[in-house]
């Protein structure tokens, strides 16, 4: 079974740094994309920020400049650092893997961040 895990959010105060951690387990997983989701109150999930196994990223036009995302391949994990934070970053932040054998993609449980003086 493959498990997603978050962890690293909080609340924080505008313009403060927050950096989210994920790392996957399971039997035989290996993680190809890797990616960060968020959904604030009343909207949709959208893509924060999504990186390739070989480290090609890209970012959603909200974030860029201000976020960065990176992953540790020998450990399944991916991080958010997410710097400058406005209170429109406030929302659930979900991992998201593709695991490279089946292409099946799975979900982390998300982590609160709340941005707010």
């Known amino acids: 079974q493959v498990r997603l895990v978050e962890s690293g959010g909080g609340l924080v105060q505008p313009g403060e740094t927050l950096t989210l951690s994920c790392a996957a387990s399971?039997?035989?997983?290996?993680?190809?994309?890797m990616a960060w989701y968020r959904q604030a109150p009343g909207k949709q999930r959208e893509l924060v920020a999504r990186?390739?196994?070989?480290?090609?990223?890209n970012y959603a036009d909200s974030v860029q400049g201000r976020f960065t995302i990176s992953r540790d391949n020998t450990k399944n994990t991916v991080y958010l650092q997410m710097n400058s934070l406005k209170p429109e970053d406030t929302a659930v932040y979900y991992c998201?893997?593709?695991?490279?054998?089946?292409?099946?993609?799975?979900w982390g449980q998300g982590t609160q961040v709340t941005v707010s003086s």
């Open positions: 998201n893997a593709i695991d490279i054998g089946s292409g099946k993609g799975y």
């Open positions: 399971g039997s035989g997983f290996r993680a190809n994309a």
């Open positions: 990186i390739t196994r070989g480290g090609s990223t």
